[in-house]
């Protein structure tokens, strides 16, 4: 899983086999995934 961007404790970034998604990254904070919600869809980043 690609790592796009880390901000401080945060690190954004993709799985690039998740066929049946649309286009999303993850958010994790330290070790901790973002639970609700944990994927953010391209279409409202854009």
Not at 12 to 32: A, G, L
Not at 37 to 46: R, S, T, V
């Amino acid at each position: 899983m690609p790592t796009i961007l880390r901000i401080g404790a945060y690190r954004f970034y993709f799985y690039t086999h998740e066929p049946n998604e649309p286009p999303h990254i993850h958010i994790d904070r330290d070790d901790t995934r973002i639970v609700n919600p944990d994927k953010y869809y391209a279409d409202h980043l854009f």
